[in-house]
């Protein structure tokens, strides 16, 4: 558990682009937040992009994809930055995305 005011994660204008046929989807469009040890709920309508936030945090979104943000850190892991083993530990055991649909896409 990490201790008091550590923050957990930091984000700040995260993006997320799906490029696709019909041109780009920006699934999530500059997000900024900080998290210590407590919960955050994000709420939005279907399609706001709330599974995609997820699994940026992560580095988890599918390909081709576009993640881009000013800062993205999850327990001191630079995530954009970060070589795979480093972001297959984290995801592995430090931190997980649990989808309410692990089926979908
Ligand atoms: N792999 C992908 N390729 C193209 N577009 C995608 C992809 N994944 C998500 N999208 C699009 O990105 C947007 C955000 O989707 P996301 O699944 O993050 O929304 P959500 O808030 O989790 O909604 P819900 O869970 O209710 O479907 C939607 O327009 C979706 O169609
Ligand atoms: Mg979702």
Avoid: C, K, W, Y
């Avoid at 210590?36 to 994000?42: F, S, T, V, W």
Wanted: proline share 10%; aromatic share 2%.
């Amino acid at each position: 558990m990490a201790e008091a005011g550590r923050p957990l994660v930091g984000v700040a204008d995260l993006r997320v682009r799906f490029p696709t046929p019909r041109g780009p989807i920006d699934a999530v469009r500059g997000v900024s937040f900080t998290l210590g040890a407590e919960r955050l709920d994000i709420v939005g309508e279907s399609g706001s992009g709330r599974s995609t936030l997820g699994r940026a945090l992560l580095q988890l979104v599918p390909p081709p994809d576009e993640v881009a943000a000013e800062r993205l850190v999850v327990d001191d892991i630079d995530v954009l930055r970060a070589d795979p083993g480093t972001l297959r530990e984290l995801s592995g055991g430090r931190a997980s995305v649990v989808l309410q649909d692990p089926n979908s896409p």
